[in-house]
């Protein structure tokens, strides 16, 4: 391969991963995170990494985590969004109707929870940590109620075995 054929297959394999890399931006105001402002604790998690490098949160339907995904959603979220994410003073978050759009793939859930947005949803930064919040988007994303198909943030793997939430199955 001539010099400078490398060079450009280099830089644009560059450029592909560099596009690859989710990026995260203030859903309101659209300005990127500034993820020094997060807690210290909770940054390093194999899930955190995962997601910073991904955009895959690794805990969507990780029976494993759910129980303590629950208990933060319930403490954190459900005054607002009801306690089956159907909403109250703030929009419901189980089913395909997203107040922001860019909420139907967790890059952009993620984006909302951590900068917060207009109204009553202020930055979570400050309540949460980065781990925290994707085990919360992992239980929002556990109580859809819509066609798994358009279940956009599930793996091919995990959106053929997901079944819709449904409240009086949830115990």
Not at 23 to 32: A, K, L
Request: proline share 6%.
């Amino acid at each position: 391969m001539k010099p400078f054929a490398l060079t450009l297959t280099v830089v644009c394999m560059t450029a592909a991963a560099a596009y690859a890399t989710p990026r995260f931006y203030n859903t309101v105001d659209g300005t990127p995170l500034d993820f020094d402002l997060a807690m210290e604790e909770g940054r390093d998690t194999e899930a955190v990494q995962t997601f910073m490098d991904t955009g895959e949160n690794i805990y969507n339907e990780d029976p494993k985590i759910l129980p303590e995904a629950k208990d933060l959603f319930a403490s954190m979220c459900s005054g607002c969004h009801g306690h089956y994410g159907e909403g109250k003073i703030g929009p419901g978050l189980n089913d395909d109707y997203w107040t922001y759009p860019r909420n139907a793939e967790d890059v952009g859930l993620f984006s909302t929870m951590f900068g917060g947005t207009t109204g009553q949803m202020g930055p979570m930064w400050g309540n949460l940590t980065l781990d925290e919040m994707l085990k919360v988007m992992a239980w929002v994303r556990h109580l859809y109620t819509g066609d798994p198909e358009t279940a956009t943030w599930l793996i091919e793997e995990k959106r053929k075995e997901f079944t819709p939430f449904a409240p009086e199955k949830s115990g």
